[in-house]
């Protein structure tokens, strides 16, 4: 693609095409020049949205079952470095109550999510997953950070389905400047463990972390089409004030949906969430993100009572719903736009994973 004159009629022709981006284009599509072509990026999007994975909006309940974490990410609100939280964590029979509820309001998929943390051992994470899968016949998916491949072969053969794990950045410097105890390299590993333990794999990134700019994030792009995920989740940075990255600005959301979109493009057939980040910063952000793109939302089925305390950023919305209160929203949400709510298993129908 060539930037001398940008013609922006053509570069959604372009995008639709999946043609490499230029970092010229890549600064552009992230910049003011291109706000007026935006809504027809998302509507090539939307089209390509019907056309590769259908009208189903597909359900998550998420459980954010423990926020001890031993990580210190700049812009988490979990770090074991900010002392100002109360940490909880839930045991195997709270975690399946609150599984055996979501159940009952007809969830057929979960998201078991936490911080890393070490005080459970492997069997009780597979011990929650075995109880899960045996005696309430729901997909698991676990967002519980990295631990070695044999556990992850362990959760696997618990019979958990799908394993969330953001690469964040696909720029090793960049991540390496944030996660000051990590490495890339070990979080790309993971995620290539995964994918070969059978995993539908879900990774993603955070728009608007400082210093990242638009040929960075065409770059990721590349990145997460190289590794092509089963899913792909992604959102604004939110600044947490207990966080070093407290003072920064929050990432814009149209970045968020203009990703998003280039996502749909780049990964037809993958399942994109539209985030509980991106309806944080913008009030219509999931109905924007589920006419770009995304087909799978994620609501949030935790006790309300521990919701507070699992604030990796601020302002989280539906901090009051509860289960039942949030699964009428989402589906009327979805009706809304004219699509269909699924909350069924949600397994992604691709011949080769
Ligand atoms: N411990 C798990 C789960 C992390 S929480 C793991 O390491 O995978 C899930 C996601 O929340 C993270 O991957 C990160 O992308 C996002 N997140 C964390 N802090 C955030 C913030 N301040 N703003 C926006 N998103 C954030």
């Excluded at 053509?10 to 992230?30: C, K, M, Q, T, Y």
């Excluded at 920064?248 to 994109?272: I, M, S």
């Excluded at 993100?289 to 919305?317: D, E, F, H, T, W």
Aim: glycine content about 8%; some cysteine.
């Amino acid at each position: 693609m060539q930037t001398a004159t940008i013609d922006n009629n053509g570069l959604i022709a372009a995008l639709v095409n999946r043609e490499r981006i230029s970092d010229d284009l890549a600064r552009h599509l992230f910049s003011p020049a291109f706000d007026a072509a935006r809504p027809e990026l998302y509507a090539a999007a939307d089209r390509v949205r019907q056309e590769n994975v259908g009208d189903h909006v597909f359900i998550r309940g998420i459980i954010e079952f423990s926020n001890h974490c031993r990580c210190q990410c700049d812009y988490c609100g979990i770090s074991c470095h900010n002392p100002e939280i109360s940490r909880y964590r839930m045991t195997h029979d709270e975690v399946f109550e609150t599984a055996s509820r979501a159940h009952g309001l007809g969830y057929r998929s979960l998201v078991l999510q936490s911080g890393e943390d070490r005080a459970y051992r492997v069997e009780d994470i597979c011990r929650i997953i075995e109880s899960i899968k045996t005696r309430l016949d729901m997909a698991v998916t676990l967002s519980i950070g990295e631990w070695s491949r044999e556990e992850y072969a362990s959760f696997r053969a618990a019979g958990a389905d799908r394993y969330l794990l953001r690469i964040e950045t696909s720029n090793q410097a960049l991540y390496e400047r944030f996660h000051r105890d990590s490495k890339w390299h070990e979080r790309h590993q993971a995620l290539m463990d995964l994918k070969e333990l059978g995993y539908q794999v879900g990774s993603g990134i955070l728009i608007g972390l400082p210093g990242q700019d638009g040929p960075g994030l065409i770059r990721d792009l590349e990145y997460l089409e190289r590794l092509r995920p089963e899913m792909v989740g992604i959102g604004p940075f939110i600044p947490h004030p207990q966080t070093p990255l407290g003072n920064q600005p929050a990432g814009l959301f149209e970045n968020c949906l203009t990703f998003l979109a280039l996502l749909r493009l780049y990964l037809p057939d993958a399942f994109l969430p539209a985030t509980t980040a991106m309806g944080t910063v913008d009030p219509l952000g999931r109905q924007k993100a589920l006419k770009a793109g995304a087909n799978v939302i994620m609501p949030n089925v935790s006790p309300v009572m521990n919701r507070p305390s699992y604030q990796i950023y601020p302002n989280k919305i539906c901090q009051d719903d509860d289960a039942g209160k949030c699964q009428k929203c989402v589906q009327s949400l979805i009706s809304a736009l004219g699509r269909t709510p699924d909350f069924g298993h949600g397994h992604i129908r691709r011949s080769i994973y």
